[in-house]
């Protein structure tokens, strides 16, 4: 980060703290694209931000800080639901943890407190410190509770509340500190960063007995869903006996993409034991051949089975099945998002991943660690960042269409992604996309491949970068390093 401004940070922390304090202050200079200088003690002339113990030094910026809150993370306990502090900041209500009460900003003529403690809530939602503590009273595998976080206990799922938190400190920057404030940028003039990805579940949805399998549940619900029956049944004689084609739906794709100067990264299974057989495509030969041909020249990552997120050793198999197609996976994605922030991470890391978008909640789109921005996460036992790229998933499709997610119409999703692109775009950060190759079925799931390629316009127009997982990983450890 030498091409950015050093700014000069001040902790005067009890020393086990320390770590986590420069984690969130980093994750925050990263994104308003400045280089911290860390310095230690009761006093630095030359700071410019100071984070600790009450103090009468004059700074020009300050963020309080409670002593009690160290001690806070060396227990194992959630935060207390009745001491979340709620305040509004340009139109939003934000929650605040570990914090006073009353407004956010105390301005003097020459200094400002931030009175709210964004460093130690930033943490609180990076680390997912509300689902580690959960994971010493439930289930450690699988997919996330999502009626258990905090995010939809207080419905502010949709808000990326340490995002906020980075612009509040660019708020008394401005004020205070103005020669650390410009105006940043992706791949140098792009306004903000949208990226795209694939899960492929089935390279091969109609095989096997589906078509099959289809016809005779249309017929048993006839009576209960006439329309419905009726339009299924026709549509899959003539679309899937006809006109369907995995291979030339996938080539379509990536070809669409191509034109429109975009790039996505490919998430592809890689066992050959799955209950449901057309899972099981790295095996076959037909389909190894589409793969290598369609995506040779593409981003693939691994989309690792459940027990991958679990096993290292399960993880070293997938990957190396991928590598023997010729692919390099660099990325990865747990299917049905099964994983456990810190042990998952743990192996990741372990097995050399560089990136990772599983974090996100299947139920809603939004922000399960409260960020846009990619980050790397935090490794609680070791007290230190993970080497491992997390590009939060925000937005996913089947979340959007499923009756057991949100339920969506194609008009409300509409409607909820140009709101999230427009904030990305006011705020310069981030939004990821995840679309199934399935749902660009026209008969299954119509209007929801149109979704996908109107949002992408809309990006585009807005003076979006749309671009795969690995690019966006390269540009941040650029920053980061």
């Known amino acids: 980060m030498e091409r950015y401004p050093n700014i000069n940070i001040l902790l005067s922390l009890p020393q086990q703290y320390i770590p986590k304090a420069e984690f969130v202050l980093r994750t925050y200079c990263y994104i308003l694209r400045l ?19 009450p103090t009468t030094k004059e700074y020009p910026l300050k963020i309080y800080y409670n002593p009690a809150t160290a001690d806070f993370f060396e227990k194992q306990e959630l935060y207390p639901l009745e001491d979340v502090n709620f305040c509004k900041f340009r139109s939003e209500h934000i929650p605040f943890l570990f914090s006073q009460g009353g407004g956010i900003f105390s301005f003097g003529a020459e200094s400002c407190v931030v009175r709210k403690d964004i460093v130690a809530s930033g943490f609180y939602f990076l ?13 450690k595998k699988g997919r996330v509770d999502y009626k258990q976080s905090l995010q939809q206990r207080w419905d502010f799922t949709e808000t990326p509340v340490v995002d906020i938190y980075c612009q509040m400190l660019l708020y008394v920057m401005d004020k205070y500190t103005p020669e650390f404030v410009r105006d940043t940028h992706w791949a140098e003039d792009r306004k903000f960063a949208v990226s795209l990805s694939h899960d492929i579940d089935y390279w091969n949805y109609w095989g096997g007995s589906a078509k099959l399998d289809s016809f005779k549940y ?67 030969l037909q389909s190894r051949e589409q793969i290598i041909d369609l995506l040779g020249q593409q981003e693939v990552g691994l989309h690792g089975s459940p027990e991958s997120a679990f096993d290292p050793a399960v993880l070293q198999e997938e990957l190396n099945n991928l590598r023997e197609l010729g692919f390099n996976p660099t990325g990865f994605r747990t299917h049905y998002l099964h994983f456990n922030y810190q042990t998952s991470f743990s192996i990741l890391e372990e097995a050399g991943i ?15 660690a409260g960020i ?10 070791e007290n230190r960042p ?8 925000i937005v996913m499709d089947t979340t959007l269409y499923s009756h057991k997610a949100m339920n969506l119409s194609y008009y409300s999703a509409r409607r909820n992604l140009r709101r999230l692109i427009d904030v990305a775009a006011k705020y310069q950060s981030h939004v990821s996309l995840l679309w199934h190759n399935t749902s660009f079925d026209p008969i299954d799931y119509p209007l929801w491949g149109k979704l996908y390629w109107d949002t992408i316009d809309y990006a585009l127009k807005k003076q979006g970068w749309i671009t795969s997982l690995h690019n966006i990983h390269e540009e941040w450890v650029n920053l980061s390093y």
């Open 35 to 53: 280089n911290p200088k860390f310095m230690y003690g009761v006093h630095f002339d030359g700071a410019h931000l100071y984070y600790g113990t």
């Open 372 to 381: 846009s921005f990619p980050f790397f996460p935090y490794n609680i036992a």
């Open 386 to 393: 993970f080497r491992v790229l997390e590009i939060p998933l």
């Open 354 to 368: 560089k990136y990772d978008s599983t974090l996100g909640y299947w139920e809603n789109i939004g922000f399960r």
């Open 127 to 139: 680390s997912c410190w509300h689902e580690y503590i959960l994971g010493f009273h439930g289930q």
């Open 218 to 284: 249309n017929i048993r619900t006839f009576l209960e869903r006439p329309f419905n029956a009726t339009y299924k049944i026709f549509g899959h004689l003539l679309h899937k006996n006809l006109i369907y084609n995995p291979w030339k739906t996938i080539r379509s794709l990536a070809r669409k993409e191509f034109e429109k100067g975009v790039r996505a990264t490919w998430f592809l299974l890689a066992r050959d034991d799955f209950e449901d057989t057309r899972q099981n495509y790295i095996s076959d």
